[in-house]
């Protein structure tokens, strides 16, 4: 386990980095546009909401590109990476062209979900220019996930870093500028052409690594069919699962639209420090799922059972401190998304419970990364769906608006939920890996 574990943590590093990177370009949207105006921010926050359903899913239907890279790499076949770096490209590329005209009814769907007029019109209007950016999230994350899975975590993690970086220098010039200022439309903007910045140097990053010509990057081909039915066996049942657990969370904001502008304006502020935190979990998932696959490979049959243990160690060490600091800073933390004294104290109240959930959701992605190591589709993908698409989204209903707790009711919803999933998947991890050779 100990072994794992080292591994776990060298890796975890440098994709919480990547990951952070890539999250703190919505953040920074969300810091600059909610020191701009409090009703954009809640614009910025429903279009956020609906177009995460269909971001998160570049990170689901791609997870093939990370798994199969990492058993190829642990069977010695390294001329099958090129293979699967240009069948996740060309497949994530059609998948996001096809979500950006989805996204062109954006308007309509924000006021089919029942929110306020200048809601569905502000935040509709971003969720169109968010498809800018859609095909761009499909292609990086085949890219990066390839060199991630091929040991150049460490070069990905300074690509993102930058991005982040100059995400939060350009929103200075398109939200605030008096010329070029364009306020929630600038930022959505200026984070498109940052997208298209780290996509383009990580491309660069595989062409030119020192095993390109091994892989088989030295010249286009069309991947064959077994290639992209391996991708396609985990990604379907991996994107339809992130998708509706997105839903759930977009589900939940769409509640706090209910409850009004100024509730809708704290939720966004509670996401945005929730799915922050949430990155720690996401990069230890990604590491699982590596070292999960690779100990496959192995003849150890207990072998994955150990990487697992060793990643929820890891997950819960990190998650449970974060959370407790974001509970002791509760202030500062809310006091950085704006300038409203009233709004900024309701979501620091909310915060303590925000730690105890981010602990068990922590958990859940950690296992659920792992049964994906394993190539579990369908069944990790169900428990998922019912859970949160069915569960939570009914028992935060009940508890934020007939139960009267308004905001706390949504996270004491998501709460419950992760843990039931968590449970349920170790369950399911266990059962499985008794398959494994």
């Keep these: 386990m100990l072994a794992h574990l080292r591994a776990l943590a060298a890796l975890t590093l440098s994709t919480f980095v990547s990951r952070v990177g890539l999250h ?58 090129g293979d699967i770096w240009r069948a996740g490209l060309l497949y994530g590329l059609g998948a996001g062209v096809v979500g950006s005209l989805a996204l062109l009814a954006g308007p309509w769907l924000l006021t089919a979900l029942g929110q306020e007029p200048a809601v569905a019109d502000g935040g509709g209007h971003l969720l169109q220019l968010f498809g800018i950016g859609l095909p761009l999230q499909f292609a990086l994350f085949a890219t990066l996930y390839v060199l991630e899975a091929t040991g150049r975590a460490r070069a990905c993690a300074l690509v993102f870093a930058l991005g982040a970086v100059a995400n939060f220098g ?56 077994d290639v992209w039915r391996r991708i396609w066996s985990i990604g379907f049942a991996g994107g339809a699962s992130l998708a509706g657990e997105s ?11 209910w409850l009004g502008q100024e509730e809708l304006a704290v939720y966004t502020i509670l996401f945005n420090v929730l799915s922050t935190i949430f990155m720690v979990a996401l990069a230890v998932g990604v590491a699982t799922s590596i070292q999960v696959a690779w100990a496959k490979e192995q003849s150890d049959r207990d072998s994955p059972l150990q990487a697992l243990r060793a990643a929820l160690t890891l997950s819960v060490a990190l998650m449970g401190g974060l959370g407790l600091l974001a509970w002791i800073f509760a202030d500062t933390v809310a006091g950085a998304f704006t300038d409203d004294r009233a709004t ?11 730690a105890l959930f981010v602990l068990f959701d922590g958990a859940q992605v950690t296992v659920h990364h792992a049964m994906r190591g394993l190539n579990d589709g369908w069944v990790t993908t169900a428990i998922n769906l019912v859970c949160y698409l069915g569960v939570m989204t009914g028992l935060s209903w009940a508890l934020a608006i007939p139960g009267g707790q308004g905001v706390l009711g949504l996270i004491q919803g998501g709460l419950v939920v992760a843990l039931l999933v968590a449970t349920l998947l170790i369950v399911r991890f266990r059962a499985l890996r008794r398959r494994v050779s």
Excluded: H, K
């Design 24 to 81: 703190l370009l919505a953040v920074g949207d969300s810091l600059a546009v909610g020191r701009y105006a409090v009703d954009q921010l809640a614009w910025l926050g429903a279009a956020t909401a609906i177009g995460s359903v269909l971001y998160v899913l570049a990170p689901g239907l791609l997870i093939g590109c990370l798994v199969q890279t990492s058993a190829a790499r642990a069977r010695n076949t390294p001329g099958e990476i």
């Design 170 to 225: 350009l929103n200075l010039l398109l939200v605030y500028d008096e010329t070029a200022g364009l306020g929630a439309v600038g930022a959505v903007l200026g984070t498109a052409a940052i997208r298209f910045g780290i996509l383009a140097t990580l491309v660069v990053l595989l062409l030119r690594d020192r095993q390109a010509s091994a892989y088989g990057m030295s010249r286009w081909r069309w991947p064959g069919r």
């Design 247 to 257: 839903a759930a969370f977009a589900s939940l904001t769409v509640f706090a639209g």
């Design 344 to 354: 900024a104290a309701a979501a620091a109240g909310l915060i303590g419970w925000l």
